[in-house]
Protein backbone atom coordinates (compact mmCIF):
# COMPACT_ATOMS: atom_id res chain seq x y z
CA UNK A 1 0.00 0.00 0.00
CA UNK A 2 2.73 2.28 0.94
CA UNK A 3 4.50 2.06 -2.85
CA UNK A 4 0.88 1.81 -4.76
CA UNK A 5 -0.50 4.86 -3.07
CA UNK A 6 0.95 6.92 -0.14
CA UNK A 7 4.85 7.04 -1.79
CA UNK A 8 3.16 8.43 -5.04
CA UNK A 9 0.97 10.83 -3.29
CA UNK A 10 3.24 11.81 -1.30
CA UNK A 11 5.99 11.90 -3.82
CA UNK A 12 3.51 14.06 -6.30
CA UNK A 13 2.65 16.35 -3.22
CA UNK A 14 6.27 17.73 -2.78
CA UNK A 15 7.70 17.76 -5.89
CA UNK A 16 8.87 20.67 -5.85
CA UNK A 17 10.82 20.23 -2.58
CA UNK A 18 11.30 16.91 -1.11
CA UNK A 19 11.94 18.26 2.42
CA UNK A 20 8.58 19.44 2.81
CA UNK A 21 7.15 15.73 3.44
CA UNK A 22 10.21 15.26 5.76
CA UNK A 23 8.91 18.46 8.12
CA UNK A 24 5.33 16.70 7.81
CA UNK A 25 6.06 12.98 8.26
CA UNK A 26 7.96 14.11 11.51
CA UNK A 27 5.72 16.13 12.92
CA UNK A 28 3.03 13.64 12.30
CA UNK A 29 5.64 11.29 14.46
CA UNK A 30 6.39 13.83 16.98
CA UNK A 31 2.55 14.15 18.13
CA UNK A 32 2.29 10.15 17.78
CA UNK A 33 5.81 10.31 20.63
CA UNK A 34 3.29 11.93 22.78
CA UNK A 35 0.48 9.69 22.95
CA UNK A 36 1.38 6.35 24.30
CA UNK A 37 -2.11 4.54 23.32
CA UNK A 38 -1.22 5.42 19.56
CA UNK A 39 2.22 4.26 20.51
CA UNK A 40 1.15 0.98 21.26
CA UNK A 41 -0.99 0.80 18.09
CA UNK A 42 1.65 1.62 15.95
CA UNK A 43 4.10 -0.79 17.73
CA UNK A 44 1.36 -3.71 17.31
CA UNK A 45 0.89 -3.32 13.87
CA UNK A 46 4.85 -2.75 13.02
CA UNK A 47 7.07 -3.94 15.48
CA UNK A 48 7.29 -8.18 15.87
CA UNK A 49 11.06 -8.59 15.29
CA UNK A 50 11.69 -12.26 16.45
CA UNK A 51 13.46 -12.19 19.87
CA UNK A 52 16.21 -14.34 18.20
CA UNK A 53 17.68 -11.47 16.43
CA UNK A 54 18.47 -9.83 19.40
CA UNK A 55 22.51 -9.38 19.88
CA UNK A 56 24.75 -7.99 21.88
CA UNK A 57 27.07 -5.43 20.34
CA UNK A 58 30.10 -2.88 21.92
CA UNK A 59 27.80 -4.01 25.39
CA UNK A 60 24.59 -3.01 24.50
CA UNK A 61 21.32 -5.73 23.59
CA UNK A 62 20.04 -4.69 20.16
CA UNK A 63 16.06 -6.08 19.67
CA UNK A 64 16.78 -6.31 15.91
CA UNK A 65 19.84 -5.62 14.30
CA UNK A 66 17.88 -3.01 11.59
CA UNK A 67 18.98 0.57 13.01
CA UNK A 68 17.58 4.01 11.65
CA UNK A 69 20.90 5.96 10.86
CA UNK A 70 21.78 9.32 11.26
CA UNK A 71 20.33 12.74 9.78
CA UNK A 72 16.53 11.42 10.25
CA UNK A 73 15.89 12.52 13.32
CA UNK A 74 18.40 15.19 13.88
CA UNK A 75 17.02 16.84 16.51
CA UNK A 76 15.20 13.75 18.65
CA UNK A 77 11.74 14.50 18.62
CA UNK A 78 10.23 11.13 17.24
CA UNK A 79 12.55 8.94 18.91
CA UNK A 80 9.39 6.81 20.65
CA UNK A 81 7.30 6.26 17.44
CA UNK A 82 10.67 5.24 15.40
CA UNK A 83 11.00 2.88 18.39
CA UNK A 84 7.38 1.92 18.03
CA UNK A 85 7.53 1.11 14.24
CA UNK A 86 10.57 -1.45 14.76
CA UNK A 87 13.89 -0.26 14.49
CA UNK A 88 16.35 -2.27 16.71
CA UNK A 89 18.20 1.07 17.51
CA UNK A 90 17.83 4.56 16.61
CA UNK A 91 20.93 7.13 15.49
CA UNK A 92 19.80 10.88 15.93
CA UNK A 93 21.25 13.69 15.38
CA UNK A 94 23.68 14.84 13.89
CA UNK A 95 23.86 17.20 16.36
CA UNK A 96 26.12 20.49 16.68
CA UNK A 97 27.77 22.43 19.37
CA UNK A 98 25.73 25.44 17.75
CA UNK A 99 22.72 25.13 16.43
CA UNK A 100 22.56 25.68 12.64
CA UNK A 101 19.82 26.09 9.52
CA UNK A 102 21.89 23.86 6.93
CA UNK A 103 22.34 25.08 3.29
CA UNK A 104 19.15 26.94 1.71
CA UNK A 105 16.49 24.60 0.17
CA UNK A 106 15.99 22.90 -2.20
CA UNK A 107 18.50 21.07 -0.42
CA UNK A 108 16.82 17.26 -1.25
CA UNK A 109 16.56 15.68 -4.47
CA UNK A 110 15.04 12.93 -5.13
CA UNK A 111 16.09 9.81 -7.97
CA UNK A 112 13.13 7.15 -8.17
CA UNK A 113 14.69 5.67 -11.62
CA UNK A 114 17.69 5.04 -9.48
CA UNK A 115 16.29 4.14 -5.92
CA UNK A 116 18.11 7.23 -4.50
CA UNK A 117 18.74 10.86 -3.01
CA UNK A 118 21.01 13.50 -3.34
CA UNK A 119 21.34 15.75 -0.18
CA UNK A 120 23.50 19.22 0.73
CA UNK A 121 21.17 19.23 3.66
CA UNK A 122 24.09 20.76 5.91
CA UNK A 123 23.17 19.49 9.18
CA UNK A 124 20.51 21.67 10.01
CA UNK A 125 19.88 20.95 13.91
CA UNK A 126 18.23 23.04 16.93
CA UNK A 127 22.02 22.31 18.69
CA UNK A 128 23.77 20.49 21.81
CA UNK A 129 22.16 22.63 24.53
CA UNK A 130 18.38 23.39 23.29
CA UNK A 131 18.83 19.53 22.40
CA UNK A 132 19.46 18.51 25.54
CA UNK A 133 17.03 20.49 27.64
CA UNK A 134 14.18 19.16 25.42
CA UNK A 135 15.29 15.79 26.45
CA UNK A 136 15.21 15.81 30.14
CA UNK A 137 10.98 16.03 30.02
CA UNK A 138 11.28 12.84 27.21
CA UNK A 139 10.87 9.81 28.34
CA UNK A 140 13.67 7.09 26.57
CA UNK A 141 12.59 4.50 23.91
CA UNK A 142 13.64 1.39 24.96
CA UNK A 143 15.85 0.35 22.01
CA UNK A 144 19.40 1.96 21.99
CA UNK A 145 19.97 5.76 20.87
CA UNK A 146 22.84 6.82 19.92
CA UNK A 147 23.45 10.35 19.14
CA UNK A 148 25.58 12.00 16.41
CA UNK A 149 28.11 14.34 16.90
CA UNK A 150 29.31 16.56 14.27
CA UNK A 151 31.43 19.92 13.72
CA UNK A 152 29.31 23.42 13.61
CA UNK A 153 29.86 24.58 10.19
CA UNK A 154 31.18 28.24 12.07
CA UNK A 155 33.69 26.30 14.61
CA UNK A 156 37.06 26.40 12.44
CA UNK A 157 38.30 23.09 11.73
CA UNK A 158 41.63 23.60 13.97
CA UNK A 159 38.85 24.21 16.58
CA UNK A 160 36.71 20.98 16.33
CA UNK A 161 37.35 18.72 18.93
CA UNK A 162 36.46 21.32 21.49
CA UNK A 163 32.75 21.78 18.87
CA UNK A 164 32.85 17.49 19.35
CA UNK A 165 33.38 17.50 23.24
CA UNK A 166 31.10 19.78 24.21
CA UNK A 167 28.09 18.10 22.37
CA UNK A 168 29.68 14.83 24.10
CA UNK A 169 29.20 16.67 27.68
CA UNK A 170 25.93 18.31 26.85
CA UNK A 171 24.44 14.78 25.65
CA UNK A 172 26.02 12.35 27.83
CA UNK A 173 23.39 11.43 30.00
CA UNK A 174 20.84 10.98 26.93
CA UNK A 175 22.80 8.27 24.52
CA UNK A 176 23.56 4.86 24.37
CA UNK A 177 26.37 5.25 21.84
CA UNK A 178 27.71 8.25 20.15
CA UNK A 179 28.57 8.19 16.33
CA UNK A 180 31.77 11.08 15.98
CA UNK A 181 30.75 11.95 11.99
CA UNK A 182 33.60 13.06 10.16
CA UNK A 183 32.05 12.10 6.71
CA UNK A 184 29.47 14.32 5.96
CA UNK A 185 30.28 15.88 2.70
CA UNK A 186 28.13 19.02 3.15
CA UNK A 187 30.29 20.69 5.95
CA UNK A 188 33.41 22.42 4.62
CA UNK A 189 36.51 20.74 5.64
CA UNK A 190 34.84 17.67 8.10
CA UNK A 191 36.29 15.07 5.70
CA UNK A 192 39.89 16.21 6.24
CA UNK A 193 39.01 14.92 10.19
CA UNK A 194 39.02 11.40 8.69
CA UNK A 195 42.98 11.85 7.86
CA UNK A 196 45.03 10.21 10.46
CA UNK A 197 46.68 13.12 12.40
CA UNK A 198 43.45 15.30 12.90
CA UNK A 199 41.43 11.68 14.03
CA UNK A 200 44.10 10.17 16.61
CA UNK A 201 43.78 13.72 18.46
CA UNK A 202 40.04 14.12 18.02
CA UNK A 203 39.45 10.21 19.30
CA UNK A 204 41.59 10.49 21.95
CA UNK A 205 40.19 13.34 23.20
CA UNK A 206 36.90 11.65 22.88
CA UNK A 207 37.88 8.47 24.23
CA UNK A 208 39.31 10.06 27.51
CA UNK A 209 36.45 12.79 27.83
CA UNK A 210 34.32 9.77 27.85
CA UNK A 211 35.91 8.02 30.23
CA UNK A 212 35.78 10.78 32.55
CA UNK A 213 32.29 11.44 32.59
CA UNK A 214 31.21 7.63 33.67
CA UNK A 215 33.56 7.86 36.18
CA UNK A 216 36.03 5.62 37.53
CA UNK A 217 33.16 2.92 38.33
CA UNK A 218 31.16 3.14 35.17
CA UNK A 219 31.82 1.54 32.02
CA UNK A 220 32.25 4.99 29.13
CA UNK A 221 29.25 5.23 26.08
CA UNK A 222 30.77 3.14 23.15
CA UNK A 223 32.32 5.67 21.00
CA UNK A 224 31.99 5.37 17.03
CA UNK A 225 33.03 6.89 13.97
CA UNK A 226 30.82 7.10 10.76
CA UNK A 227 32.87 7.01 7.65
CA UNK A 228 32.62 8.18 3.87
CA UNK A 229 32.36 5.83 1.10
CA UNK A 230 34.81 7.64 -1.15
CA UNK A 231 38.11 6.64 0.95
CA UNK A 232 40.80 4.30 -0.80
CA UNK A 233 42.13 1.41 0.98
CA UNK A 234 45.10 2.63 2.43
CA UNK A 235 42.93 5.85 4.05
CA UNK A 236 40.57 2.98 5.09
CA UNK A 237 43.74 1.25 6.92
CA UNK A 238 44.95 4.78 8.34
CA UNK A 239 41.34 5.20 9.73
CA UNK A 240 41.21 1.43 11.16
CA UNK A 241 45.32 1.98 12.80
CA UNK A 242 43.76 5.01 14.52
CA UNK A 243 40.58 3.03 15.84
CA UNK A 244 42.35 0.42 17.42
CA UNK A 245 45.06 2.50 18.69
CA UNK A 246 42.54 4.91 20.52
CA UNK A 247 40.26 2.46 22.03
CA UNK A 248 36.46 3.61 19.96
CA UNK A 249 34.04 0.93 20.08
CA UNK A 250 33.12 0.78 16.42
CA UNK A 251 32.81 1.78 12.80
CA UNK A 252 30.04 2.88 11.09
CA UNK A 253 30.54 2.70 6.79
CA UNK A 254 28.91 4.09 5.21
CA UNK A 255 28.33 8.21 4.82
CA UNK A 256 26.63 8.65 1.34
CA UNK A 257 29.16 9.13 -0.97
CA UNK A 258 30.64 12.60 -3.74
CA UNK A 259 30.84 10.37 -6.41
CA UNK A 260 27.61 9.73 -9.21
CA UNK A 261 28.66 6.48 -10.16
CA UNK A 262 25.64 4.19 -11.78
CA UNK A 263 22.91 6.66 -11.73
CA UNK A 264 20.52 6.62 -14.91
CA UNK A 265 20.60 10.00 -15.07
CA UNK A 266 22.53 13.02 -13.07
CA UNK A 267 20.60 15.78 -11.82
CA UNK A 268 23.58 17.47 -11.48
CA UNK A 269 23.00 18.45 -7.93
CA UNK A 270 25.82 19.26 -5.35
CA UNK A 271 25.70 16.61 -2.32
CA UNK A 272 25.94 13.43 -1.03
CA UNK A 273 24.22 10.74 -3.22
CA UNK A 274 22.41 7.89 -1.08
CA UNK A 275 20.81 4.64 -1.94
CA UNK A 276 20.70 1.90 -4.04
CA UNK A 277 24.00 3.26 -6.09
CA UNK A 278 25.49 3.32 -2.74
CA UNK A 279 25.26 -0.52 -2.12
CA UNK A 280 28.50 -2.04 -3.80
CA UNK A 281 30.30 0.28 -2.48
CA UNK A 282 29.43 0.30 1.23
CA UNK A 283 29.25 -3.64 1.43
CA UNK A 284 32.86 -3.48 -0.18
CA UNK A 285 33.78 -1.26 2.37
CA UNK A 286 32.13 -2.75 5.26
CA UNK A 287 33.89 -5.93 4.22
CA UNK A 288 37.09 -4.80 3.61
CA UNK A 289 36.96 -3.36 7.62
CA UNK A 290 35.85 -6.73 8.67
CA UNK A 291 38.48 -8.47 6.74
CA UNK A 292 41.32 -6.11 8.07
CA UNK A 293 39.52 -5.73 12.00
CA UNK A 294 39.54 -9.64 12.36
CA UNK A 295 36.99 -9.42 15.14
CA UNK A 296 38.55 -6.61 17.75
CA UNK A 297 36.13 -3.90 16.58
CA UNK A 298 32.54 -4.14 15.47
CA UNK A 299 31.28 -2.36 11.94
CA UNK A 300 27.65 -1.27 11.53
CA UNK A 301 26.67 -1.27 7.56
CA UNK A 302 24.75 1.05 5.88
CA UNK A 303 24.52 2.47 2.29
CA UNK A 304 21.53 1.47 -0.33
CA UNK A 305 19.61 -1.68 2.18
CA UNK A 306 16.16 -1.58 0.48
CA UNK A 307 14.97 -5.45 1.61
CA UNK A 308 16.24 -8.31 3.12
CA UNK A 309 18.31 -9.71 1.05
CA UNK A 310 20.65 -6.51 0.92
CA UNK A 311 20.36 -6.81 4.97
CA UNK A 312 21.78 -10.15 4.32
CA UNK A 313 24.43 -9.86 2.45
CA UNK A 314 25.64 -6.60 4.74
CA UNK A 315 25.66 -9.22 7.25
CA UNK A 316 27.03 -12.15 5.68
CA UNK A 317 29.92 -9.44 4.77
CA UNK A 318 30.78 -8.94 8.40
CA UNK A 319 28.67 -6.19 9.35
CA UNK A 320 27.65 -6.55 13.27
CA UNK A 321 24.14 -4.55 13.03
CA UNK A 322 23.21 -2.10 9.46
CA UNK A 323 21.16 1.00 9.36
CA UNK A 324 18.73 2.49 6.88
CA UNK A 325 17.70 5.69 5.41
CA UNK A 326 16.79 6.09 2.15
CA UNK A 327 15.19 2.85 1.87
CA UNK A 328 12.76 3.80 4.63
CA UNK A 329 11.76 6.64 2.23
CA UNK A 330 11.37 4.71 -0.54
CA UNK A 331 10.03 1.41 0.65
CA UNK A 332 8.06 2.96 3.65
CA UNK A 333 8.08 1.76 7.55
CA UNK A 334 7.08 -1.61 6.42
CA UNK A 335 10.95 -2.01 5.25
CA UNK A 336 11.76 -2.65 8.87
CA UNK A 337 9.39 -5.61 9.56
CA UNK A 338 10.14 -7.47 6.08
CA UNK A 339 14.04 -7.69 6.86
CA UNK A 340 13.61 -8.55 9.94
CA UNK A 341 11.33 -11.54 8.87
CA UNK A 342 13.41 -11.92 5.83
CA UNK A 343 16.13 -12.26 8.57
CA UNK A 344 14.54 -14.52 11.14
CA UNK A 345 13.17 -16.78 8.24
CA UNK A 346 17.15 -17.20 6.92
CA UNK A 347 18.07 -17.87 10.57
CA UNK A 348 15.90 -20.97 10.95
CA UNK A 349 15.87 -22.05 7.58
CA UNK A 350 20.16 -21.92 7.63
CA UNK A 351 21.09 -24.47 9.78
CA UNK A 352 18.64 -27.33 7.96
CA UNK A 353 20.05 -25.76 4.63
CA UNK A 354 23.53 -26.58 5.85
CA UNK A 355 22.89 -29.71 6.89
CA UNK A 356 21.19 -30.83 3.57
CA UNK A 357 24.08 -29.55 1.72
CA UNK A 358 26.76 -31.64 4.07
C1 LIG B 1 18.50 13.63 3.74
C2 LIG B 1 19.66 12.92 4.36
C3 LIG B 1 20.27 13.46 5.50
C4 LIG B 1 21.36 12.82 6.09
N1 LIG B 1 21.93 13.34 7.22
C5 LIG B 1 22.95 12.70 7.79
C6 LIG B 1 23.54 13.19 8.99
O1 LIG B 1 23.09 14.18 9.57
N2 LIG B 1 24.60 12.52 9.50
C7 LIG B 1 25.09 11.37 8.90
O2 LIG B 1 26.06 10.78 9.40
N3 LIG B 1 24.54 10.88 7.81
C8 LIG B 1 23.49 11.51 7.23
N4 LIG B 1 22.93 10.99 6.13
C9 LIG B 1 23.51 9.74 5.55
C10 LIG B 1 22.78 8.50 6.05
O3 LIG B 1 22.84 8.38 7.45
C11 LIG B 1 23.40 7.24 5.41
O4 LIG B 1 24.72 7.08 5.88
C12 LIG B 1 23.44 7.31 3.90
O5 LIG B 1 22.28 7.94 3.41
C13 LIG B 1 23.55 5.92 3.27
O6 LIG B 1 22.47 5.10 3.66
P1 LIG B 1 21.14 4.91 2.78
O7 LIG B 1 21.57 4.57 1.38
O8 LIG B 1 20.37 3.83 3.46
O9 LIG B 1 20.43 6.22 2.80
C14 LIG B 1 21.84 11.62 5.52
C15 LIG B 1 21.22 11.06 4.40
C16 LIG B 1 20.13 11.69 3.82
C17 LIG B 1 19.49 11.08 2.61
Same mark, same amino acid.
Given at each position: MYQAIVRPALFRWS????EIIHHQMMAAMELAAHLPPLLRVIQAVSADADPKLARQVFGLRFPNPVGLAGGFDKNGRALATLAALGFGFIEAGGVTRFAQAG????RIFRLPADGALINR? &? +?????AEAIAQRLLSQPRPAVPIGWQLAKSKVTPLADATEDYLYSLRTLYPFADYFTLN??????????????RGPLTELLTAVVTEAQRLAGPHLRPKPILVKIAPDLSESALDDVLAVALATGISGLIATNTTVTRE &? +???????AGGLSGRPLFTRSLAVVRHLVRALDGRLPVIGVGGIFGPDDARRMLDAGAALIQIYTGFIYEGPGIIRRINHGLAAHQTASPRTQEVSV
Open positions: AHDPQPRPM &G +LPNEGVSSPNTPGLRQLQE &G +LHADPGE
